[in-house]
C-alpha cells in the first residue's frame, strides 16, 4: 500500500531538534565510502550504513543529496565502504569534511578489485557495484552490490554516539 501521497513531507511532524536527538541515541559504526573521481580518490564519512540482503550480497549507504562523492559514485558505478576501526577517529574526521583530494594526503590504502580506494587497518571492508540509487528525502539511498569482502576480525570498531565517537570494545558472548 502506498502511503506516500497521504503525507506533505514539507511540513515537518516532529520537531527537528528532537528527532537529531533521538538519532544520535542510536550508535552507528563509523564507515568512509571512497570512489574514483577523474582519476583521483574521493570519500566521505557516512554513518547512514548498513547490511540489506545476504543473498544477494547488497548493503545500503545514505549520502545528502549535495555529498560530491554521491555524484562521484553515480558516475563510477562502484564504490568501497571502508568500516574504520576503534584507532581510526582521525580518518573519520577527515573526510567528514569537504577538503577534496587532500583527504588522501598520507592514508594508508590499495586500490580494490573494483578499482575503489581500500583502506588499511580497518575492522572491515566491502567493495561494491552500485546495483540502485532510490531518493529519500534530502538524501540518495545508495544499494551497493558486494563484490569483495575484506575482514579484520580482531580490530573493533569505531562507532558514532551522540554526536561522538567512542571506542566500542569487542566482547565474545
Known amino acids: 500500500m502506498d502511503h506516500s501521497a497521504s503525507f506533505d513531507h514539507s511540513i515537518p511532524v516532529v520537531d527537528p531538534e528532537k528527532y537529531r536527538s533521538a538519532l544520535g541515541s542510536f550508535a552507528t559504526g563509523v564507515t568512509v565510502l571512497t570512489t574514483i573521481a577523474n582519476e583521483k580518490p574521493v570519500g566521505t564519512t557516512v554513518s547512514a550504513f548498513s547490511a540489506l540482503s545476504l543473498v ?18 553515480k558516475r563510477a558505478g562502484f564504490f568501497c565502504v571502508n568500516i574504520l576501526s576503534a584507532d581510526q577517529t582521525d580518518l573519520a574526521k577527515r573526510f567528514a569534511t569537504s577538503a577534496g583530494a587532500s583527504k588522501f594526503d598520507g592514508v594508508d590504502f ?3 578489485d573494483n578499482g575503489a580506494p581500500r583502506f588499511q587497518n580497518t575492522s572491515a571492508s566491502l567493495e561494491c557495484d552500485l546495483d540502485d540509487c532510490i531518493r529519500g528525502g534530502d538524501h540518495d539511498i545508495l544499494i551497493g552490490y558486494v563484490r569483495a569482502v575484506n575482514v579484520s576480525p580482531e580490530r573493533s570498531p569505531l562507532v558514532y554516539y551522540r554526536g561522538g565517537f567512542v571506542n566500542a ?5
Open 169 to 173: 570494545v569487542s566482547e565474545t558472548a
Open 56 to 73: 544477494p550480497p547488497l548493503v545500503l549507504v545514505s549520502l545528502g543529496l549535495k555529498s560530491e562523492t554521491l555524484a562521484h559514485i
Open 110 to 112: 590499495v586500490t580494490g
